[in-house]
């Protein structure tokens, strides 16, 4: 693996070459947005079909703009979530790329608060497309270690941010007419989403409305099978581990994001075929890793 300064990586984004980003929610693979040629080299290295939109970073709210159509809801929504794991999806601008967007007539845009992240936004200047840095259907990583050496090949390089702080990508949400949607659950809940906005819950839930959100995906190499409870012998996750191989997970919501894609990727490293996961608690904070670990266990 060859790694990166921020500077050296805010150099080979501006010759239009894909560089790994950490960010507070997973390991991004990152390219200028506006070039067309960059971008498609993110759908090759990832295996992507290239209908599915990426995510354009920006370092703020103003950059932003310049990018999408934000009504009233959708610059609230940015107001009180940025820098952070929330994701905006706005009309986009004719200077956005249809590579980016996958066709769409809308633009994803999220600003995010990892620090070098953010170093290497203001160094190169750029707005960067940067999906999870995984191969297409698999786990996102939030470590370098994490990273398919598959993906290695097609990179400049990975600047190092040690673990995501967040484990989940970003919520993807849209708004509009005093309502904002979840496109994609995460670690910032509709409940919060609502308190820190003001803005109401769309009843209709929608999984048609984020293109790329189908079941398969996030899977490791190994079959996910969720339980109620780890049986002695059974190696996974658990809440209780009473064997070998049983990774205990935190009991908070925030902690088991946090470890849910290392833990399933350590027991991969491991050479398991068969992971176990014990069904973590119910509430709005779990939403998020519910839903990633049914599309686990496809
Ligand atoms: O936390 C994250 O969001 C990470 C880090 C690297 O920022 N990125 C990430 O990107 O998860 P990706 O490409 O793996 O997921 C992008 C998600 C998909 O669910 C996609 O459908 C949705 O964002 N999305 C992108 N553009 C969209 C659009 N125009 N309309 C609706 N959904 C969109
Ligand atoms: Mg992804």
Not at 142 to 169: I, M, Q, R
Request: aromatic share 6%; glycine share 8%; charged share 20%.
């Amino acid at each position: 693996m060859r790694f990166l300064s921020p500077a050296e990586a805010a150099a080979a984004l501006l010759q239009d070459k894909l560089v790994v980003l950490p960010t507070e929610t997973v390991y991004g693979l990152a390219a200028n947005a506006m070039s067309d040629a960059a971008v498609r080299n993110i759908f090759r290295a990832k295996g992507r079909p290239s209908d599915h939109p990426l995510i354009v970073h920006v370092l703020d709210l103003e950059l932003a703009e310049q990018l999408g159509e934000f009504n009233e809801e959708s610059r609230e929504l940015a107001r009180a979530f940025w820098p952070g794991p929330l994701t905006v999806v706005v009309p986009k601008k004719p200077n956005v790329p249809d590579a980016v967007t996958g066709g769409h007539p809308t633009v994803a845009l999220r600003a995010p608060s990892h620090v070098v992240f953010q170093d290497v936004l203001r160094r190169c200047g750029l707005a960067l497309a940067a999906p999870s840095a995984n191969l297409f259907t698999e786990l996102s990583p939030t470590t370098t270690n994490a990273l398919n050496p598959k993906l290695l090949d097609f990179l400049a390089g990975v600047v190092e941010g040690g673990p995501c702080d967040v484990g989940l990508e970003s919520a993807v949400v849209s708004a509009s007419s005093g309502q904002f949607q979840v496109l994609r659950p995460g670690m910032v809940t509709a409940e919060e989403i609502a308190r820190r906005t003001g803005i109401e819950p769309s009843q209709e839930t929608s999984r048609q409305a984020s293109p790329g959100t189908h079941d398969k995906h996030y899977q490791p190499r190994a079959k996910v099978v969720l339980v109620d409870r780890l049986e002695t012998g059974q190696a996974g996750l658990a809440l209780n581990p009473s064997g070998p191989n049983q990774i205990r997970m935190p009991l908070d919501a925030q902690g088991y994001a946090r470890s849910l894609f290392s833990a399933l990727a350590n027991l991969d490293q491991h050479g398991i075929t068969e992971i176990f996961v014990e069904r973590p608690p119910f509430g709005p904070e779990w939403v998020a890793i519910h839903d990633r670990l049914q599309r686990a266990a496809g």
